[in-house]
């Protein structure tokens, strides 16, 4: 069964910090992987994409790294500012799939404190 | 780029009653359309899909139906709200079935 985990499932940090957090994922084939942003109560707004070939994209101070063998992605935040405190929620699409076939992590809930 | 509506932001209903929640599309023609609910603390659960007008999948058996009358515009609906229908509904589009811009939200809540 295709799974997506995220690491750690919640962070505080001190604002201007920098932070990393993780995704492992068991999909397969893979096509892509999608960090996205979900402040609360609002949709999730996306940061970076990743295919096979990609393994860095960098979105201003959000760097996603993703490692094909391993099955590992991670989305590092730079000087952390308070507005950046929400979910960030890893997505991975299977490769010649529909709607279906993304599965989506639990999230890791950020919060940037002063 | 593509803008996903959605109305209404928040909705108390009594259980039993009916629900419909409304999502359109700007920017771009012949999307993809997704229903997801996302449960406190939980991911996004992929209920339904539409990959044109009147063509509907669902992921999940439930209380719940999809609707597309027209290329830009999908409709949630239920006859009869159960409490465990409670949580934040998103909209979702996109030109592919990898492309997929969200809406705000409606958080639906059951009583």
């Known amino acids: 069964k295709n799974q997506v985990e995220q690491s750690p499932q919640s962070l505080i940090i001190l604002e201007g910090k920098n932070c990393t957090l993780q995704?492992?994922?068991?999909?397969?084939?893979?096509?892509?992987l999608r960090w996205y942003k979900q402040d609360t109560g609002r949709g999730p707004v996306s940061l970076t994409i990743m295919t096979f070939s990609e393994n860095t994209k960098s979105n201003g101070r959000y760097t996603a790294t993703l490692d094909a063998d391993t099955k590992q992605s991670s989305l590092h935040i730079t000087a952390s500012q308070l507005s950046d405190s929400a979910s960030y929620i890893c997505v991975v699409s299977e490769r010649g799939g529909t709607a279906s076939k993304l599965t989506f992590g639990t999230g890791t809930r950020l919060q940037v404190t002063l | 780029s593509q803008t996903i509506h959605q109305w209404p932001a928040t909705l108390v209903q009594p259980v039993g009653s009916p629900l419909s929640l409304e999502c359109t599309v700007e920017?771009?023609?012949?999307?993809?359309l997704y229903w997801y609910r996302q449960a406190a603390g939980r991911g996004l659960q992929l209920l339904f899909y539409?990959?044109?007008?009147?063509?509907i999948s669902s992921e999940v058996p439930q209380n719940l139906s999809a609707s597309r009358p027209q290329d830009r515009q999908f409709i949630l609906s239920s006859k009869k709200l159960l409490l465990s229908d409670s949580g934040f509904y998103l909209c979702a589009g996109g030109g592919s079935s990898y492309e997929q811009y969200f809406g705000p939200g409606t958080r639906l809540t059951v009583t």
């Open positions: 995704c492992n994922y068991t999909v397969s084939p893979f096509s892509n």
């Open positions: 920017g771009t023609s012949n999307p993809n």
């Open positions: 539409s990959v044109g007008i009147g063509q």
